[in-house]
T-cell receptor, first 111, second 118 residues
Framework: RKEVEQDPGPFNVPEGATVAFNCTYS??????FFWYRQDCRKEPKLLMS???SGNEDGRFTAQLNRASQYISLLIRDSKLSDSATYLC????????????FGKGTSLLVTP | NAGVMQNPRHLVRRRGQEARLRCSPV?????VYWYRQLPEEGLKFMVY????????ESGMPKERFSAEFPKEGPSILRIQQVVRGDSAAYFC????????????????FGPGTRLTVL
């Protein structure tokens, strides 16, 4: 079983739509959670950290359910520039360093 | 402020040659991480280094791969006797601290080196 699993998509949505991505992780000792964004053939960039209470950054809302080991990302009012691959990332503190990446969910926002 | 720098951005090698990938972390960052992204795959952790020390190389193949982060100069990921399966994007990341308390240190990624083995 993969440590971090995501639906690869692709998700094709029109501009202005709301889209949600889900992610599950297998290690119950995981302590830190993130969503990164990766544009084609470029480096991952931190989109937002995910906190237990849930958090929002503009059009983006992240949720964490520790009991179900489940993380979500909601994008409201999608823009063309949101087209990218969204990476669910988990860090297990007792191993300290490594980020565990999901394979990513591909989003294409169309006019 | 310059971010993480990696060079070369693209590297082509023939089977059996050596590949050297360089990474300069964000100024002031003393923690460097190397990740590999195979085609159509997610990023996989390879190694974590601090200045002059390898802290965790659990993700690095046991043979042909080595990494260093000298006191002066960039971190180097070295792949000896490359094979076609080494073709991938190699990303370096750096962070300022590693917090054991809340583990909220952020890793900043460089643009990557795309290695192609012919």
């Amino acid at each position: 079983r993969k440590e971090v699993e995501q639906d690869p998509g692709p998700f094709n949505v029109p501009e202005g739509a709301t889209v949600a991505f889900n992610c599950t992780y297998s290690n119950s000792a995981s302590q830190s959670f993130f969503w990164y964004r990766q544009d084609c053939r470029k480096e991952p960039k931190l989109l937002m950290s995910v906190y237990s209470s849930g958090n929002e950054d503009g059009r983006f809302t992240a949720q964490l359910n520790r009991a179900s080991q489940y993380i979500s990302l909601l994008i409201r009012d999608s823009k063309l520039s949101d087209s990218a691959t969204y990476l669910c990332v988990v860090k297990v503190s007792n191993s300290g360093y490594a980020l565990n990446f999901g394979k990513g969910t591909s989003l294409l926002v169309t006019p | 402020n310059a971010g993480v720098m990696q060079n070369p951005r693209h590297l082509v090698r023939r089977r059996g040659q050596e590949a050297r990938l360089r990474c300069s972390p964000v100024k002031g960052h003393s923690h460097v991480y190397w990740y590999r992204q195979l085609p159509e795959e997610g990023l996989k952790f390879m190694v974590y280094l601090q200045k002059e020390n390898i802290i965790d190389e659990s993700g690095m193949p046991k043979e042909r791969f080595s990494a260093e982060f000298p006191k002066e100069g960039p971190s180097i990921l070295r792949i000896q006797q490359v094979v076609r399966g080494d073709s991938a994007a190699y990303f370096c990341a750096s962070s300022p601290i590693v917090s054991w308390v809340d583990a909220t240190d952020t890793q900043y990624f460089g643009p990557g080196t795309r290695l192609t083995v012919l």
